[in-house]
């Protein structure tokens, strides 16, 4: 598979805007570990190869385990996960398949139990912000395999 296009170099405004709502979301008040296993489960549904060698090096580097990365795909039959990461879980997995059931109020009223409303909007803006890396990435093919998480 070869790239398509450079979107960094094509569009770099976009590019600098999206990322700027990545820095947002990444200080917002949601903890950088459960963002991390929101970016992989994310990249795991949609099939960005890239994104998700991106966000289990970096959740490696930020002392996740291998265990729950690896289990992540499967977090409901596992006990390695809080209520608040269940809950997470399952709104990343309705808002990335938003057409299945439209994210239903019974499970907006489960995750609401775990979130505050600002942590809510919050959460649900850096599930749409890996949405769209995971659009561009695949889109334009970027290849896995040489990020490496900053030091």
């Given amino acids: 598979m070869l790239p398509r296009i450079n979107f960094y170099e094509a569009a770099p405004e976009g590019i600098e805007a999206l990322a700027g709502l990545g820095r947002y979301t990444?200080?917002?008040?949601?903890?950088?570990?459960l963002l991390l296993l929101i970016k992989i489960r994310s990249s795991q549904i949609n099939g960005c190869a890239?994104?998700?060698d991106m966000h289990t090096k970096d959740?490696?580097?930020?002392?996740e385990t291998e265990q729950r990365i690896y289990l992540l795909n499967a977090w409901r039959e596992t006990p390695f996960f809080s209520e608040r990461e269940r809950a997470a879980l399952e709104w990343t997995e309705?808002?990335?398949?938003?057409?299945?059931?439209?994210?239903?109020?019974?499970?907006?009223?489960?995750?609401?139990?775990y979130f505050s409303e600002p942590e809510l909007v919050n959460l649900s803006l850096a599930i749409g912000t890996?949405?769209?890396w995971n659009r561009l990435a695949i889109a334009f093919r970027s290849l896995p395999g040489s990020y490496q998480p900053a030091s």
Avoid: S
């Fill in 26 to 33: 990444g200080n917002a008040g949601i903890e950088k570990p």
């Fill in 50 to 52: 890239y994104c998700i």
């Fill in 59 to 63: 959740a490696r580097a930020a002392g």
């Fill in 94 to 113: 309705a808002l990335t398949l938003i057409a299945v059931d439209h994210a239903p109020d019974e499970l907006f009223l489960r995750v609401r139990q």
């Fill in 130 to 132: 890996i949405n769209a």
